[in-house]
């Protein structure tokens, strides 16, 4: 059995989850932004009987390499400055638009993904395309030039959102008066679902980052949660519980579960001692080391079980001055 879950891409390429993992924010929007939030909706138009010559004119004082032709309220045609070059070659600057324009006019539609624009840019290599409505009406026109400035817009717009999500949540201790203030996390883990493990550890680990936390601190905590979230999946009978509390001057990590228990202890704790099953192994689970890593990483680890009582495994990390929560300086750094 292969540790790879396996996804069926748009085009039946199998994406594994590493591919998924590597896929950025910019390939993302491709799918997730509309071609109508990108596209240039004042679109000059041109009818089918001027001449070439004042096309070129608008061509000129606009800034633009092409114009859609309009009649009747539709789109019959492109003339592009290559339609233009053929009539100069002829020395027919003064005929109709419609004798040298495009007629076969590929076009996209509005509500299609950016990634529809440029796939077909890639099929016909075009310069434009023009946008219609499900009417087929035009109602816009879009480069390439276009997807990228959507595509800075949104990706600016994600950081000022994240910056701002950081700045709050690294002032919430500091807005908060109380003799003991605690952020509380709890996620419910289920068993054998190994297609969303270490997805809480990753949730953790965005909030500690958010909260100031520095990168080391987060990975520190993100090793011992990924561990213990996935010993839940792997050894627990019906899931259990994964709580992080977080304080000014330590974090506090808990997991809880009423699965089989386990009967040795001191085995638990051996480097490369574990009960898991041939099947999870072959998926590249259960070595045997997820509690000795977790040890590793915390001050203080508790770990209370006993067969048909369950398991509770406590861990503590103490937070040294340079490691308490802040506004982080450097806001790359958290990314």
């Known amino acids: 059995m292969s540790n ?101 006019v590929v076009s996209v539609n509005g509500y299609d993904p950016v990634v529809k624009a440029l796939e077909t840019f890639s099929e016909y290599r075009l310069g434009r395309l023009p946008v219609v409505d499900e009417h087929h009406q035009l109602v816009g026109i879009i480069t390439k030039g276009d997807i990228t400035r959507g595509i800075l817009t949104a990706l600016q717009k994600d950081y000022k959102e994240e910056e701002l999500r950081r700045y709050r949540a690294s002032h919430l201790f500091d807005d908060i008066t109380s003799d003991r203030t605690s952020l509380i996390l709890r996620y419910n883990i289920r068993a054998r679902d190994y297609l969303n493990g270490g997805q809480a550890s990753s949730y953790i680990k965005r909030a500690l980052l958010r909260l100031g936390a520095s990168p080391q601190l987060a990975r520190q905590c993100g090793i011992a949660i990924y561990e213990s979230e996935m010993n839940l999946i792997i050894h627990s009978d019906h899931g259990g519980t994964l709580r992080v509390q977080i304080e000014p001057h330590r974090i506090l990590m808990q997991t809880t579960d009423d699965g089989p228990g386990i009967a040795d202890l001191t085995k638990a704790l051996t480097p490369g001692w574990s009960t898991a099953t041939q099947d999870v192994r072959d998926m590249g689970f259960g070595a045997g080391m997820g509690l000795v890593n977790i040890r590793r990483c915390v001050d203080k680890m508790e770990l209370d079980s006993a067969p048909g009582k369950g398991t509770r495994l406590l861990m503590e990390i103490l937070l040294r001055p340079e490691d308490r929560f802040k506004e982080p300086a450097d806001p790359e750094a958290t990314l």
């Open 4 to 104: 790879l879950h396996e996804l069926y891409g748009r085009r039946g390429r199998i994406i594994t989850d590493q591919d998924a993992q590597e896929i950025s924010r910019v390939e993302e929007l491709a799918y997730d932004l509309k071609i109508c939030q990108v596209m240039t909706s004042q679109v000059k138009s041109v009818p089918p009987n001027i001449s070439i010559s004042n096309v070129l004119e608008i061509l000129r004082l606009g800034r633009i390499s092409g114009v859609p032709v309009i009649a009747d309220g539709a789109l019959r045609g492109i003339l592009s400055i290559e339609d233009i070059v053929r009539a100069m070659e002829k020395n027919e600057l003064g005929a109709p638009v419609s004798a040298y324009m495009s007629r076969e």
